[in-house]
């Protein structure tokens, strides 16, 4: 009988130990899903970096299109404006005008 004794003093302790070795696994398991995992902590540095990168963005569209707006608005109002557009973007002149056209040499293409 003493040898029975012993075996059931040796279970508890070789199930205290299965369970300390369950509970290590599981909390390194939730460590690791919290810090590498879809939702842990380096996808969230990224996904910080991401909204910073586009309020950037929206900031620079904001600007473009206010700009935009204000040179609509011009062209609806100043016949002034509607020509300034059509020199510069078109290349139009006047008929009693003479266009010159300056190229600038290319510094790559020197010899």
């Not at 075996?7 to 205290?16: D, Q, S, T």
């Not at 590498?36 to 620079?60: C, P, S, Y």
């Not at 700009?67 to 510069?88: M, T, Y």
């Amino acid at each position: 009988m003493p040898q029975r004794d012993d075996a059931n003093r040796g279970e508890p302790g070789l199930r205290k130990k299965a369970g300390v070795l369950g509970t290590v696994i599981v909390l390194l398991a939730l460590v690791v899903g919290s810090i590498f995992g879809d939702r842990g902590l380096i996808n969230l540095f990224h996904k910080r970096e991401q909204v910073q990168t586009l309020r950037l963005e929206i900031e620079a569209l904001r600007a473009d299109n206010a700009q935009l707006v204000r040179e609509v608005a011009a062209l609806k109002q100043s016949p002034r404006a509607i020509e300034r557009l059509a020199r510069e973007e078109l290349g139009l002149a006047r008929p009693d005008e003479t266009v010159f056209l300056i190229r600038e040499e290319d510094p790559a293409a020197r010899p």
